[in-house]
């Protein structure tokens, strides 16, 4: 099997940076984990809140420290730094190879979404963004790792996309038929952020990011190569 990580994102209409921050790592007991933490509001203020979340997630999980307590410990700092006055959304998406699963854990209104065996399902238990309350947990959820099985988190422009001209972003209908050929992470990601600029007629009302995570079937020959890539506007 291959593990594929895709990231898509860009900042909201006029405004030039991002409050989203997305960050990957490396799990030292194997695997890798994709952080998603989303600031509140948007703009340079969004995005120094959204950079303390993700960088004390992502050191955390580099020290081999389990998902959920990486997500609770992100919400302490956050609350403990800025008094309780601040908000953000964070997700985690991980494939763990001590447990062989993919683990999702969100504090965040979004929904996530699994894609497996050709069907689709919403992973939209209600959770509470972080910074603000003091018993906030991460709601989470292990999937078994298969091939032909996708993850896919995304911050609120994706949620929201359209709906200024009365129309949704409906992923979970799109995913199935969007995943029927095995695309790679990459180029699932890159779709599902263009649909959601053709629905806010690319003119985005929110920072919007998506990532996905692909386990799919391998038959690369030795030795087998990683590989990581970014490509960003300067």
Same mark, same amino acid.
């Given at each position: 099997?291959?593990?594929?990580?895709?990231?898509?994102?860009?900042?909201?209409?006029?405004?030039?940076?991002?409050?989203?921050?997305?960050? +990957?790592?490396?799990?030292?007991?194997?695997? *890798?984990?994709?952080?998603?933490?989303?600031?509140?509001?948007?703009?340079?203020?969004?995005?120094?809140?959204?950079?303390?979340?993700?960088?004390?997630?992502?050191? *955390?999980?580099?020290?081999?420290?389990?998902?959920?307590?990486?997500?609770?410990?992100?919400? @302490?700092?956050?609350?403990?730094?800025?008094?309780?006055?601040?908000?953000?959304?964070?997700?985690?998406?991980?494939? @763990? +190879?001590?447990?062989?699963?993919?683990?999702?854990?969100?504090?965040?209104?979004?929904?996530?979404?699994?894609?497996?065996?050709?069907?689709?399902?919403?992973?939209?238990?209600?959770?509470?963004?972080?910074? *603000?309350?003091?018993?906030?947990?991460?709601?989470?959820?292990?999937?078994?790792?298969?091939?032909?099985?996708?993850?896919?988190?995304?911050s609120d422009g994706v949620c929201s996309a359209?709906?200024?001209?009365?129309?949704?972003?409906?992923?979970?209908?799109?995913? !199935?038929?969007?995943?029927?050929?095995?695309?790679?992470?990459?180029?699932?990601?890159?779709?599902?952020?263009?649909?959601?600029?053709?629905?806010d007629e690319r003119r985005p009302t929110d920072?919007?990011?998506?990532?996905?995570?692909?386990?799919?079937?391998? @038959?690369?020959?030795?030795?087998?190569?990683?590989?990581?890539?970014?490509?960003? !506007?300067?």
């Open positions: 099997m291959d593990a594929q990580i895709g990231v898509a994102k860009v900042a909201k209409y006029a405004v030039d940076e991002s409050g989203d921050t997305v960050e +990957l790592i490396e799990r030292p007991n194997g695997g *890798l984990s994709a952080v998603l933490a989303d600031g509140q509001r948007s703009g340079r203020s969004a995005r120094i809140i959204s950079n303390i979340v993700a960088r004390k997630a992502i050191s *955390l999980l580099g020290e081999g420290i389990r998902d959920g307590a990486a997500a609770r410990a992100a919400h @302490d700092y956050l609350r403990t730094h800025r008094r309780g006055q601040v908000s953000a959304e964070l997700q985690i998406v991980s494939i @763990d +190879l001590q447990t062989l699963t993919l683990v999702i854990s969100r504090n965040t209104h979004c929904a996530a979404y699994v894609v497996s065996g050709g069907e689709c399902r919403a992973l939209d238990a209600s959770s509470q963004p972080i910074g *603000l309350y003091a018993h906030t947990r991460p709601v989470i959820e292990e999937i078994a790792l298969q091939p032909g099985t996708y993850a896919v988190a995304t359209g709906r200024r001209r009365g129309l949704a972003m409906d992923v979970a209908a799109l995913l !199935p038929a969007w995943t029927a050929d095995g695309p790679g992470a990459q180029a699932l990601a890159d779709a599902i952020l263009e649909r959601a600029l053709e629905l920072d919007t990011s998506v990532i996905v995570v692909a386990v799919l079937e391998s @038959d690369a020959p030795e030795p087998r190569v990683r590989r990581l890539s970014a490509v960003f !506007p300067l």
